[in-house]
T-cell receptor, first 115, second 111 residues
Framework: DTGVSQDPRHKITKRGQNVTFRCDPISEHNRLYWYRQTLGQGPEFLTYFQNEAQLEKSRLLSDRFSAERPKGSFSTLEIQRTEQGDSAMYLC?????????????FGPGTRLLVL | AQKITQTQPGMFVQEKEAVTLDCTYDTSDPSYGLFWYKQPSSGEMIFLIYQGSYDQQNATEGRYSLNFQKARKSANLVISASQLGDSAMYFCALSRGKLIFGQGTELSVKP
């Protein structure tokens, strides 16, 4: 069984461009989470899905950000009209269960640099 | 509000010695989970250990143990017999579905 995978691992883009990241969770995991981590900080929650339903979105997730998990398996995170402040590591995690205290397993992350 | 505080930005430890990384938390939820993750320079978050708020005993996983003091709202990570490969960032996190992370502690293991 493979772990959580993310694609791409690195992305360099120019300000104003749109970018899309993909996350493939551990097979059978029903919950999928997105976090953002800037340099020197701990990860911050962005949003999470239980199966295909998006159950919570952080206030950090501006209108330029959108996330989907159409079939309850992989998820995509899109950032429209990127800004330099969007430069960060975007981490995806998955877990199995509904109590909210299950262990979350993380992918390798996507490092985004906006020039 | 839920919050995690890690007051040690950086720690040094001699190889083969034990080290304690501090974590205090704040929550009004009666049921919660506490996690520790390791983040090497590669960036991936690696799960180390979990403690449930109702667990009577402190969690242990190999060389990792969690010193859970509920009344003090602390959940310190103890790493025994440090190895060079333990050098990394360590994050404490509080679970409310989503994880709420602290600022992290950078651990450096000296040979």
């Amino acid at each position: 069984d493979t772990g959580v995978s993310q694609d791409p691992r690195h992305k360099i883009t120019k300000r104003g461009q749109n970018v899309t990241f993909r996350c493939d969770p551990i097979s059978e995991h029903n919950r999928l989470y997105w976090y953002r981590q800037t340099l020197g900080q701990g990860p911050e929650f962005l949003t999470y899905f239980q199966n295909e339903a998006q159950l919570e979105k952080s206030r950090l997730l501006s209108d330029r950000f959108s996330a989907e998990r159409p079939k309850g398996s992989f998820s995509t995170l899109e950032i429209q009209r990127t800004e330099q402040g969007d430069s960060a590591m975007y981490l995806c995690a998955s877990s199995l269960g509904t109590s909210g205290e299950e262990t979350q397993y993380f992918g390798p992350g996507t490092r985004l640099l906006v020039l | 509000a839920q919050k995690i505080t890690q007051t040690q930005p950086g720690m040094f430890v001699q190889e083969k010695e034990a080290v304690t990384l501090d974590c205090t938390y704040d929550t009004s939820d009666p049921s919660y989970g506490l996690f520790w993750y390791k983040q090497p320079s590669s960036g991936e978050m690696i799960f180390l250990i979990y403690q449930g708020s109702y667990d009577q005993q402190n969690a242990t996983e190999g060389r990792y143990s969690l010193n859970f003091q509920k009344a003090r709202k602390s959940a310190n990570l103890v790493i025994s017999a440090s190895q060079l490969g333990d050098s990394a960032m360590y994050f404490c996190a509080l679970s409310r579905g989503k994880l709420i992370f602290g600022q992290g502690t950078e651990l450096s293991v000296k040979p």
